[in-house]
Structures are given as structure tokens and as C-alpha cells.
């Protein structure tokens, strides 16, 4: 089993909202990541999460906001969006932080902000 | 600067012919590859991987080469199959323990014609 579940599928939301987006694995991977894709774009690296504990922050402003309440679960909590962070929010795990361990993601939540 | 580069936006293919998918890399730190192919709106699948130690790993219809001296890797797809049809990105990692930064390609799209 190497299913990454992401919810909402979709979601729309103003720029004065505070929403959540959630990431589950239960393959027991120790590592998870926050990965943002816009359109015709690969995916770019936002957060990193190794052991539940925050590794990397790769510049993203402060109205995303990452939380990792257990191994298991990955959440990214939105505030104040910008219509330019309208994109797909990609989740993804894997089973520790090497370079042999492959990432697996999640379906994605498509985010549109108004 | 581009680290990892697929100079092929798309590809046409016939049905059950092969499909060629390649990728190019500039840093010599990484160690290790993979391909993940992708739906639109979906989060990318992972298909193959391989790491700087071998020059070949096959899997199913799916096979990638690696050369390190000319630093580029390529997928090959036999035969291709309607379902193949998606966008293909090729991906990287550095060496080592905490080595997250997974580096994609911008993509290939593949068109297998029935």
C-alpha cells in the first residue's frame, strides 16, 4: 500500500479566510512534505517534515502554516491567501529523509482563491 | 539554473511502439532518480527509480538507463500503451541522510495514438 489521502479534492476560499488542508499516510514513513504545482509547472518543495518535526522551510510566507500532529498526519493551515496562491497543493511521504527513499504523493488539493 | 532538465515538452507515439522520455542533469550530487508520471489534476504516481550505482533498472514495460558520465538518464516505455498518455517528470535527489530537495524536470507529455 503506498496511498498518500489528501482533503479536501477542492477547494475555494477568499482572500480573509482561514482554512485547512490535511495529508494522511499510513505506511509508517517518518518523513512528509508540502509541495505547491502550478499550472504546466513541476512541483516545488515547501516544507519538510522528518520525524514530525519541521526540517525544512524553503522561504514560504507566513499565511502557510504547517503542522505535524503525529506521524501519520500532516496538515497545512491557511490565512490570508493571495489570489497568486491559487494552485494544486501536493502532499507526498516517504520512509525516511535518504536520497534512496522515494516520495509518495498524495492526489492533491486544488486550491482556487478569490 | 535548471538542475534537471527535460528538453522534450511532449512526445507522440504510436501504440505499441516504444516511447523514449529523457532527462538531463547538472548536479553531480545527485544520487538518486526517479520518474513519476502524471494525470492532470492528480498528484504524480511514482513509477521507477534508480539509483547513481547502476546503469540500468527495469520494471515491467518500463525500463531506466543512466549514464553518469554524460550525466543523463532516459525512460523507455515498451510497448506504449493509450493509458500511457500523461505528462512524465523526471526527478532527483542528493546524496545523503536529511537530503529532501527532491528535484523535478518540467515534464514531458506523452501522447501514445491508438
Known amino acids: 500500500d503506498t496511498e498518500v489521502t489528501q482533503t479536501p479534492k477542492h477547494l475555494v476560499m477568499g482572500m480573509t479566510n482561514k482554512k485547512s488542508l490535511k495529508c494522511e499516510q499510513h505506511?509508517?514513513?517518518?518523513?512528509m512534505y508540502w509541495y505547491k504545482q502550478k499550472a504546466k509547472k513541476p512541483p516545488e518543495l515547501m516544507f519538510v517534515?522528518?520525524?514530525?518535526?519541521?526540517?525544512i522551510n524553503e522561504s514560504v510566507p507566513s499565511r502557510f502554516s504547517p503542522e505535524c500532529p503525529n506521524s501519520s498526519l500532516l496538515n497545512l493551515h491557511l490565512h490570508a491567501l493571495q489570489p497568486e496562491d491559487s494552485a494544486l497543493y501536493l502532499c507526498a511521504s516517504s520512509q525516511g529523509a535518504s536520497s534512496q527513499h522515494t516520495q509518495y504523493f498524495g492526489p492533491g488539493t486544488r486550491l482556487t482563491v478569490l | 539554473d535548471q538542475q534537471v532538465k527535460q528538453n522534450s515538452p511532449s512526445l507522440s507515439v504510436q501504440e505499441g511502439r516504444i516511447s523514449i522520455l529523457n532527462c538531463d542533469y547538472t548536479?553531480?550530487?545527485?544520487?538518486?532518480f526517479l520518474w513519476y508520471k502524471k494525470y492532470p489534476a492528480e498528484g504524480p504516481t511514482f513509477l521507477i527509480s534508480i539509483s547513481s550505482i547502476k546503469d540500468k533498472n527495469e520494471d515491467g514495460r518500463f525500463t531506466v538507463f543512466l549514464n553518469k558520465s554524460a550525466k543523463h538518464l532516459s525512460l523507455h516505455i515498451v510497448p506504449s500503451q493509450p493509458g500511457d498518455s500523461a505528462v512524465y517528470f523526471c526527478?532527483?535527489?542528493?546524496?545523503?541522510?536529511?537530503?529532501?530537495?527532491?528535484?523535478f524536470g518540467k515534464g514531458t507529455k506523452l501522447s501514445v495514438i491508438p
Open positions: 526527478a532527483a535527489r542528493p546524496g545523503g541522510s536529511g537530503s529532501y530537495q527532491l528535484t
Open positions: 548536479n553531480s550530487m545527485f544520487d538518486y
Open positions: 505506511m509508517g514513513h517518518r518523513a
Open positions: 517534515y522528518s520525524y514530525e518535526k519541521l526540517s
